[in-house]
């Protein structure tokens, strides 16, 4: 009789066990599959531009302010580490951005106030400044990489690190900003 009740109890185990199992993958395969996350930048404006030509002397000192959303569509929260994203002219670093150390909730929008000086003398000594400044446009590649770990459901914890480069448009006239964001997530 305990045998009969050991085999019941041992196959009905076994059953719930694959059960389990079955539910986990699906879910890993479906519901809980990360997403790569939505980011867009948006310029809140110039706060200060200064721009004078004394002789043979050209200066030039440019702070712009950034709103960045990120949209993040997971189920998992997305906490990372203070960094520095990159902004480049026409393959030359022009700026650093600080990005503060932040958490993403599962399914929500974020949004991220930054601003930054642009580094004058590289920007001026670009062969391509003075034909964008003429052209009214002005193109900025942005580049961050933000290592941190995603929580999912506050049981599971995995390390990621989620990539973005930004390509900005910047009319010099309107000061409007067009950008196209490509980002990805590495877990």
Request: charged fraction near 15%; include cysteine.
């Amino acid at each position: 009789m305990a045998r009969r009740g050991l085999k019941i109890c041992c196959f009905t185990s076994a059953v719930l066990l694959a059960i389990l199992t079955i539910i986990i993958v699906t879910l890993s395969l479906t519901i809980f599959k990360p997403k790569q996350p939505q980011i867009t930048t948006h310029a809140i404006g110039l706060e200060s531009i200064q721009f004078n030509i004394t002789g043979t002397n050209v200066t030039l000192d440019v702070t712009l302010s950034m709103l960045v959303t990120i949209d993040n569509p997971n189920y998992g929260g997305f906490e990372y580490k203070s960094t520095t994203g990159y902004v480049s002219y026409h393959g030359s670093m022009v700026a650093e951005v600080p990005i503060e150390r932040s958490k993403i909730p599962p399914r929500a929008k974020v949004n991220i106030t930054t601003s930054t000086d642009l580094i004058a003398d590289k920007l001026l000594s670009n062969p391509s400044f003075w034909g964008d400044v003429a052209s009214g446009c002005f193109n900025f590649t942005s580049m961050t990489t933000l290592h941190g770990k995603v929580n999912l459901a506050k049981i599971f914890k995995f390390h990621a690190t989620a990539y973005s480069t930004c390509y900005i448009l910047f009319h010099i006239q309107s000061q409007a900003v067009d950008s196209k964001c490509n980002s990805r997530i590495k877990l």
